[in-house]
């Protein structure tokens, strides 16, 4: 994995479902190639998730896109545009080929709401509803930090 900040930021603005899905589409898809898991690669994947949600299907997306290489989308993403639009854009041509019902490509170009994160919250019992044993490892929280003594 070399992609680790591009896994914080897509944490950070879409939140856990969305990462997990992302990984979950990428391992599926395309085994584990070690490009699957570039960072215009993760992006594209999340932006495609944000905007099309459940209307994407897992399976669908496995078998269209999973016939294709790592390369080949690249090369494709690269001759659309630059950056992960132009890997969601390549992706999404794959997704829709000889589709009936295929994804619009409007839906990619608006700026839809970004998932906000679920804030670990505590019941009324007094446990929180983080799972247990699940660190939360991306927290922003500042509270930890010690301020150095004056010298």
Request: glycine share 6%.
């Amino acid at each position: 994995m070399c992609a680790v900040s591009t896994l914080i930021n897509i944490y950070e603005k879409y939140g856990f479902h969305t990462l997990d899905r992302v990984l979950r589409l990428c391992v599926a898809t395309w085994e584990g190639a070690p490009m699957s898991f570039s960072s215009n690669m993760l992006n594209a994947i999340a932006r495609l998730d944000n905007a099309y949600g459940e209307t994407m299907k897992d399976d669908t997306f496995k078998e269209k896109v999973g016939r294709v290489s790592v390369r080949e989308i690249s090369r494709t993403a690269r001759e659309r545009r630059a950056g992960s639009l132009g890997f969601a854009e390549a992706l999404l041509l794959e997704y829709n080929k000889k589709s009936k019902y295929s994804l619009p490509f409007e839906k990619l170009y608006t700026h839809k709401t970004p998932k906000k994160r679920e804030q670990s919250t505590e019941d009324e019992s007094g446990q929180s509803s983080t799972p247990e044993g699940q660190l939360d490892l991306f927290s922003t929280d500042q509270d930890n930090t010690q301020a150095l003594p004056n010298e």
